[in-house]
Nanobody
Framework: QVQLVESGGGLVQAGGSLTLSCAASGRTFASHAMGWFRQAPGKEREFVAAITWNGGREHYADSVEGRFTISRDNAKNTIYLQMNMLKPEDTAVYYC?????????????????????WGQGTQVTVSS
């Protein structure tokens, strides 16, 4: 059974930092791009960040560029999201996802419909 399990969410004050982790089990995603999305109450799920299968390229939503960093450790089948300078508008449930497309070494997607596996989500709350 394939599972993606996020951890590391919590309550933090504005300006603070959190690091999310997403551990995969049931199969390896070392050859696939992976990403982070988030969904705030009453809003649609939105793209946050993505990383190519080898970690060579990263892509960020404009709203988090310069504050968030996505990374991966293929030996551990785990991806991370380092979030700095958090703002109240970053409050959301954060989801990791795996994209099984074979698009080459520089492939990544910012479209949720391209992702095949999803975690259950972890809540991040940023207080003002």
């Amino acid at each position: 059974q394939v599972q993606l399990v996020e951890s590391g969410g919590g309550l933090v004050q504005a300006g603070g930092s959190l690091t999310l982790s997403c551990a995969a089990s049931g199969r390896t995603f070392a050859s696939h791009a992976m990403g982070w999305f988030r969904q705030a109450p009453g809003k649609e799920r939105e793209f946050v960040a993505a990383i190519t299968w080898n970690g060579g390229r990263e892509h960020y939503a404009d709203s988090v560029e310069g504050r968030f960093t996505i990374s991966r450790d293929n030996a551990k089948n785990t991806i991370y999201l380092q979030m700095n300078m958090l703002k109240p508008e970053d409050t959301a449930v954060y989801y990791c996802a795996a994209d099984l497309s074979y698009g080459g070494p520089y492939y990544y997607s910012d479209s949720a419909s391209d992702y095949n596996y999803w975690g259950q989500g972890t809540q991040v709350t940023v207080s003002s």
